[in-house]
């Protein structure tokens, strides 16, 4: 499994919109083959600083399958204008973990 991780910094005027929509989009990310979930998380220091959390089966499932498909264009023209700066993706694998 991969984790792909963003930083979201969400113009300060428009939060409330942007997670309105980014409820909406979550059907074009979610219909893509080896997608698993996600999750949004907003910071409690900065208003309008966001985690996205996504989980894929591979990176290529992300890069290639999302970034190539029809929904990733719809994702991209419903969120992207709410980025400022534009943000950088970062993607993960697991090394350890513990859960008590």
Known sequence: MILEAVFLYV???FVTQFE???IKA???ISSI???L???LEK???VENKY???VDWNTLEDHTVGFRNSEAYLEWKKMLHHYYEPFPVVEHFE???IYKK
Do not use: A, I, N, W
Request: aromatic share 16%; net charge negative; hydrophobic share 30%.
């Open 43 to 45: 910071c409690l220091e």
């Open 26 to 28: 979550s059907q074009y």
């Open 20 to 22: 309105t929509d980014f």
């Open 37 to 39: 979930g996600h999750r």
């Open 51 to 53: 985690l996205l959390l």
């Open 11 to 13: 113009k300060p005027d």
């Open 33 to 35: 083959h080896g997608y």
């Open 94 to 96: 697991t090394v350890f």
